[in-house]
């Protein structure tokens, strides 16, 4: 049995604050939830909660994850970019050209963004959070795609794609070259094993697929979860079955 993707986590300098501005533009109400942060719930097939969590790193580099979202035409496109930018947003250039149709904007937090042009042929059967575009390497987008049961929708030059069954998001990874690390990312995964699963099996079939276990104290197995990383060194928790 495979690991559910439970939440994706943001380290915040202000939790609340950021995730009103992601549910602005989501559309996702907030869900509290007992010394787990600020919770939004999705109101589509997206399958995973977004988990604010306070952090007293500021943000250092770009992020090794952003979402793309999507644009039913070049008005749906120019509204989006304007209500992310009246809820905080800000343009940002990371080396995008003039001539790139999407648009890159950060969240209040600096967290990068596109919102992607229409007639995007990837992203075509996708909602509006068409992908959580990450960077690594084709070993690990094999990984998680083993780890979480998600088949490979795309696997070509190094780059690789997986979704869930059921529909949602796709997350990519755009392989070779591997951005720098610099310091913790402020973006993981929070996975669960199933309802009827055990965590202890759960890490060790992951240990067996190519994941480490962090020297950092965190991998404990305590009520927060076992922390660990994947094949490129990206952190990520098993929690406990939910």
């Known amino acids: 049995m495979a690991s559910h993707l439970f939440a994706l986590c943001w380290d915040a300098d202000e939790p609340p604050r950021l995730a009103r501005f992601w549910s602005g533009l989501l559309g996702w109400e907030t869900a509290g939830e007992p010394d787990e942060g600020v919770v939004l719930v999705p109101g589509d097939d997206t399958g995973f909660r977004l988990r604010f969590l306070p952090s007293t790193e500021g943000k250092s580099g770009q ?78 987008g094999y990984f998680w795609s083993e780890a979480l049961g998600w088949p490979l929708v795309w696997d070509q030059d190094e780059e690789t794609a997986i979704r869930s069954p059921h529909g949602g998001p796709k997350v990519t990874w755009g392989g070779p070259p591997l951005m720098p690390r610099e310091g913790r990312d402020r973006l993981r995964f929070d996975v669960a094993p199933p309802a009827d699963g055990d965590q202890r099996a759960e890490v060790e079939r992951l240990l067996a697929l190519g994941a480490k276990r962090t020297g950092d104290g965190r991998g404990d197995g305590a009520a927060d979860g076992v922390t660990m990383a994947d094949p490129d060194g990206n952190e990520f928790r098993v929690l406990t079955p939910r």
Do not use: K, Y
Not at 70 to 94: P, W, Y
Not at 106 to 117: K, L, Q, R, S, Y
């Open 63 to 140: 992020s090794r994850m952003h979402f793309d979202l999507t644009s039913t035409s070049l008005e749906d496109q120019r509204q989006t970019v304007a209500r992310a930018l009246e809820l905080g947003a800000r343009h940002i250039d990371i080396g995008q050209g003039p001539e790139e149709p999407h648009v890159v904007l950060a969240d209040p937090e600096g967290n990068e963004f596109c919102v992607i042009e229409p007639g995007n042929n990837f992203l075509a059967d996708c909602g509006f959070i068409g992908a959580l575009a990450c960077d690594g390497s084709q070993a690990v």
